[in-house]
């Protein structure tokens, strides 16, 4: 059964660029949200199998996002997606219960290869 996955950033065509990537590879994108706030609604709405979360949003950050997500779902698989240079916040998201971390730009086959990793 294919995968249900929720896409969250506040770019559309980032949006529609990992939903590309996704579907091609033949995981289901059960949603999307342009904000943090958006992305834990959306979440309780959809209980998908993995977010992936960009970490600045408006509204509220990716981080923030997680931890919500995380209050209503502790087994909540979620992989951080961030420009490069963020360190600091990387370690945080992965803190926070993030599963792994894509750096932007991102390349196809390294978004696949972390979905697979915590989703197969």
Avoid: H, W
Wanted: proline share 2%.
């Amino acid at each position: 059964m294919a995968k249900n996955i929720l896409v969250c950033d506040d770019a559309a065509f980032m949006r529609m660029m990992i939903k590309d990537i996704l579907s091609k590879n033949g995981y289901n994108v059960a949603g999307e949200a342009e904000n943090g706030l958006k992305a834990v609604e959306k979440y309780k709405e959809v209980s998908p199998d993995l977010v992936l979360m960009d970490i600045t949003m408006p509204e509220m950050d990716g981080i923030q996002a997680l931890r919500e997500i995380k209050k209503v779902d502790a087994g909540a698989k979620v992989i951080m997606c961030s420009a490069m240079g963020q360190q600091a916040m990387v370690i945080e998201s992965i803190q926070a219960g993030a599963k792994d971390f894509i750096v932007k730009p991102f390349q196809a086959e390294r978004v696949i290869e972390a979905v697979k990793k915590v989703v197969g």
